[in-house]
């Protein structure tokens, strides 16, 4: 069982446009089928999730677009009382496409039991981590603790929907060891089975570390 999943979310708007409606609109069904991974990991006993949320790449979407995301994740903020999560939100705070709201959640927060340490990128690109990283150079410490994305720990699987064969700027030293799995089926027709079948995958792959 791989202890942290990195998951890149893809194809909202595709799913949106293929159902008749607006690229912005296909985000709100991104929602449910974060909440069923979430809870699917704290039943299969992985330790960590890294959701790649919004990046400053995205930034250059159209401004309804942008609008629709960030309504998208306040909205998630607001509806995790009820779930078991260690929760974080990492990303540039300083940039006006940070939504305010999420502010309090920079901080990692404890919501019922705890059980899942979960990361939600925000407003984040590689630049902006390993810029954090060049400032905090002189002090001590292993190398992700000086990064932007320091409470994120080292990934050993990454899951992709939408069948895209790239990272796409996800957190680069972090994911260096990284296995990924690519899945072709649309984010918000997430189920479960996507998940099983990436683990049974997984457990054929040789994770050595370069050793």
Not at 91 to 103: A, D, I, K, Q
């Amino acid at each position: 069982m791989p202890r942290h999943i990195g998951v890149i979310p893809d194809g909202n708007r595709r799913w949106a446009v293929g159902r008749g409606m607006e690229k912005h609109e296909g985000y709100r069904f991104g929602l449910e089928p974060a909440f069923k991974l979430c809870d699917l990991c704290i039943r299969l006993g992985v330790e960590e999730i890294t959701f790649y949320g919004f990046t400053q790449d995205n930034t250059k979407r159209p401004e309804v677009q942008r609008k629709a995301f960030q309504g998208v994740v306040v909205e998630a903020a607001g509806q995790l009382e009820d779930k078991d999560l260690a929760l974080v939100v990492i990303g540039n705070t300083e940039s006006s496409m940070f939504p305010p709201e999420l502010l309090p959640l920079t901080k990692r927060t404890v919501f019922g039991r705890g059980l899942l340490k979960t990361n939600i990128l925000i407003n984040y690109s590689w630049q902006w981590d390993l810029e954090r990283f060049r400032s905090n150079e002189m002090k001590e410490g292993a190398i992700i603790g000086r990064l932007g994305s320091s409470e994120v720990s080292r990934i050993d699987l990454i899951l992709r929907w939408g069948g895209r064969r790239r990272l796409s700027g996800f957190p680069p030293v972090q994911s260096v060891y990284s296995d990924m799995y690519v899945i072709d089926d649309l984010w918000p027709d997430y189920r479960d089975g996507h998940v099983l079948e990436a683990l049974e995958w997984f457990q054929d792959q040789d994770a050595t570390l370069g050793g």
